[in-house]
């Protein structure tokens, strides 16, 4: 079930949102057997930020019908402590290493892209727009013109495949995805979480430290599917696709939609090792589809368009 | 030794009713036995995240109440929709856990006996304790009322406070902490787990008498071991993540043992 992603030869479709997944705590917690299975075909560590960061005041989390809102704030220990603390510890695993990273203006970003560029045990690299710019008060991913000015300024400076993550609190996601190819992405991932909010019932108060936070979960997964057709019809460049992936069947509807590689998230949060069995379930449905050019088959058949 | 990989299938073998807790026995014979002070990750294997109610969607992060031959028992107060599942389980029903989760607890230094103080369903991680220390190891538990009083059964030989009076001393177990410690403070290092307002009374009873203290705290956690960043407790390093760093924290190293509440 092996598949090229931008170049990359990956043992199956399957890896991680970013942030969902810290693999330097889990082999702690579950020792060499972790490495061993380990449950993605590629590694997606946590948005790093040129500077270290905190994260959100807790709490954190608030659990929804069919998922859960956080708002964890990237925490990340900055450009300087992922290169001498993670990057060291995440080159030794089993799989290639994607580093998602944000910045809050053109320039920091460029610096990201730069300094990752160097490290061989990158192999590709993420950028996280669904932060404000602080020069334009305009978060980077939700206007195209935005995603296209931010991808002409950092594309020159790697030759590694620059893969964008859209967010889908945007108006229009596949004019930000067409922007993102337009300026030589080589590939988006969708969806990141939907901004959500909650109250405590005994105050009436926001409950998480961060006010409002990002809803995951299959409770969004119908929207990811959604968005990961619109921009399968916007886009000839790969896609990755995620959102309330919790089984084999949901990562073959978003293959079907369109999607090249499949996230897993929150599921993994259930169950450790969910992506191996999400990885397992989806080969043998392959293995018994008859649909061959997954990207955009659904639009490719007559009658079926959506 | 760390845990396996992955969720695992264990039967309950057994369920207990104390008042107002359910202690559920569960035979897991694919894992290593827990140090006191650590937690599992519970699921029932049925009607959960999915279904009827949509919620509980997450598991729930339970420390183990005691664990001999094969079999942990955790101890659950219905406080919520996972809470709710998890206390209907009966016998032959099956669980999904992932753990032992977490650090533990440590001895005490040498120059000190341990003194357990807890409450709620907060006594967990105590009886471990006491079980591993030997039933000579003092326990002071505070409960709200006689219904939740009927879990001290689960620790051996405690001293009882009720808010209510009903059980015990009428009033706070940190009541009968300071008594302790103005008696024999210099002798003592204090485990405590509890509510978070009774854990920040401990921690500021202990730092105003300069006793050592060990805290299992609680916080909202989707995953238990590292991924979600959602249990972040403040120290005075910064946050720290309970799953990986703790749920056993040194008091003196918190800035406040005040963690919002998880709706479990």
Same mark, same amino acid.
């Given at each position: 079930m092996t598949v090229e992603f931008c170049g990359l030869e990956l043992e199956h479709p399957v890896i991680n949102g970013s942030g969902t997944f810290d693999a330097i705590a889990a082999r702690r917690a579950f020792g060499d057997e972790l490495v061993e299975?380990?449950?993605?075909?590629?590694?997606?560590?946590?948005?790093?930020?040129?500077?270290?960061?905190?994260?959100?005041p807790p709490p954190r989390l608030w659990e929804v019908a069919g998922g859960l809102i956080n708002s964890i704030g990237l925490p990340n220990k900055g450009l300087a402590g992922y290169l001498e603390h993670d990057l060291p510890e995440l080159a030794r695993l089993p799989v290639p290493l994607i580093v998602n990273i944000m910045g809050f203006s053109g320039d920091?970003?460029?610096?990201?892209?730069?300094?990752?560029?160097?490290?061989?045990?990158?192999?590709?690299?993420?950028?996280?727009?669904?932060? /404000?710019?602080?020069?334009?008060?305009?978060?980077?991913?939700?206007?195209?013109?935005?995603?296209?000015?931010?991808?002409?300024?950092?594309?020159?400076?790697?030759?590694?495949?620059?893969?964008?993550?859209?967010? /889908?609190?945007?108006?229009?996601?596949?004019?930000?995805?067409?922007?993102?190819?337009?300026?030589?992405?080589?590939?988006?991932?969708?969806i990141n979480t939907l901004r959500g909010m909650a109250l405590d019932p005994r105050t009436g108060c926001p409950w998480l430290g961060g006010i409002t936070g990002g809803v995951s979960g299959p409770a969004v997964r119908p929207i990811a599917l959604a968005q990961v057709h619109a921009v399968a019809q916007a886009v000839e460049i790969p896609i990755v696709g995620m959102g309330g992936v919790q089984r084999g069947a949901d990562a073959l509807d978003l293959m079907r939609a369109g999607a090249s590689l499949v996230g897993v998230g929150t599921e993994s949060f259930r169950d450790p090792a969910a992506g191996i069995r999400i990885a397992r379930e989806l080969k043998e449905l392959l293995a018994n589809s008859a649909v061959e050019d997954r990207r955009g088959a659904l639009a490719g058949q007559p009658g079926r368009e959506l | 030794m760390s845990a396996p990989f992955g969720r695992r299938a264990a039967t309950v073998v057994a369920r207990e009713e104390h008042g107002a807790y359910v202690v559920l026995r569960c035979h897991d014979p694919g894992g290593p036995a827990p140090r006191s002070g650590q937690f599992y990750m519970l699921?029932?294997?049925?009607?959960?995240?999915?279904?009827?109610?949509?919620?509980?969607?997450? &598991?729930?992060?339970?420390?183990?109440?005691?664990?001999?031959?094969?079999?942990?028992?955790?101890?659950?107060?219905?406080?919520?929709?996972?809470?709710r599942r998890l206390c209907e389980l009966q016998p032959d029903d099956q669980l999904l856990l992932v753990g032992p989760l977490g650090n533990g607890f440590v001895r005490p230094r040498e120059d000190r006996t341990p003194l357990l103080v807890g409450g709620g369903v907060g006594i967990a991680p105590l009886a471990i304790w006491q079980d591993e220390l030997g039933p000579e190891t003092p326990a002071l538990l505070g409960f709200r009322d006689a219904q939740h009083a009927a879990g001290a059964v689960l620790v051996h030989d405690p001293v009882l406070a009720t808010d209510d009076g009903t059980v015990g001393h009428h009033g706070v177990v940190t009541d009968l902490l300071e008594d302790e410690l103005d008696a024999r403070g210099d002798e003592l290092e204090v485990y405590g787990c509890g509510p978070p307002a009774m854990l920040e009374a401990v921690r500021l009873v202990c730092a105003e008498r300069s006793v050592p203290a060990q805290l299992a705290l609680?916080?909202?956690?989707?995953?238990?071991?590292?991924?979600?960043?959602?249990?972040?407790? &403040?120290t005075v390093d910064g946050y720290v993540r309970l799953c990986v760093d703790g749920p056993v924290l040194d008091a003196h190293t918190l800035e406040s043992a005040l963690v919002a509440g998880v709706g479990h």
């Open positions: 299975r380990f449950p993605f075909s590629a590694f997606v560590s946590k948005t790093v930020t040129v500077e270290p960061r905190q994260g959100n920091e970003v460029a610096r990201l892209v730069r300094a990752f560029s160097e490290r061989e045990e990158v192999s590709a690299l993420e950028l996280n727009v669904s932060c /404000p710019n602080v020069e334009t008060g305009l978060t980077m991913g939700a206007d195209p013109g935005e995603t296209g000015r931010l991808l002409a300024k950092v594309r020159p400076l790697t030759a590694k495949p620059l893969i964008v993550k859209l967010t /889908p609190n945007a108006t229009d996601v596949p004019a930000v995805a067409r922007a993102a190819e337009d300026a030589g992405a080589d590939a988006v991932s969708l | 699921t029932a294997a049925d009607r959960w995240g999915g279904g009827e109610a949509e919620r509980p969607f997450l &598991p729930r992060a339970f420390s183990v109440l005691r664990a001999r031959d094969r079999e942990l028992h955790f101890l659950i107060e219905d406080v919520g929709p996972g809470t609680e916080s909202g956690m989707a995953c238990g071991f590292g991924a979600c960043f959602g249990c972040v407790v &403040p």
